[in-house]
């Protein structure tokens, strides 16, 4: 069975960083997209980044340059190191896995709509 679990969440003030991780337990596929959404109250979820299992990424345009999405095949972790995080950024993250999918790019819009997720954690950017 298939389990996603974030950690690395926190307060921070406007112009920190944090990284956040994904653990995926169950995880044996070869042909994967794996990425980070965030949804903050009363707005709707955003893919933030992805990354397939070739190493492609794709980046919203909200984060890139500010935030990185990599993964660790071997630990089956994936993670997102986040630099400059503005207020904006403030929302509940989620990780998100898929077998096989479309081009990441492609991905990055459509990972909130199927495949597997985590219970999320929390990220708050003060001014």
């Known amino acids: 069975q298939v389990q996603l679990v974030e950690s690395g969440g926190g307060s921070v003030q406007a112009g920190g960083s944090l990284t956040l991780s994904c653990a995926a337990s169950g995880w044996t596929y070869s042909n994967y997209r794996m990425g980070w959404f965030r949804q903050a109250p009363g707005k709707e979820r955003e893919g933030v980044a992805a990354?397939?299992?070739?190493?492609?990424?794709a980046y919203a345009d909200s984060v890139r340059g500010r935030f990185t999405i990599s993964q660790d095949s071997a630990k089956k972790t994936l993670y997102l190191i986040m630099n400059s995080l503005k207020p904006e950024d403030t929302a509940m993250y989620y990780c998100?896995?898929?077998?096989?999918?479309?081009?990441?790019?492609?991905?990055?819009?459509?990972?909130?709509?199927?495949?597997?997720r985590g219970q999320g954690t929390q990220v708050t950017v003060s001014s």
């Open positions: 990354i397939d299992s070739d190493g492609n990424t």
């Open positions: 998100a896995a898929a077998v096989g999918g479309p081009p990441v790019a492609v991905y990055l819009s459509q990972m909130t709509a199927y495949g597997y």
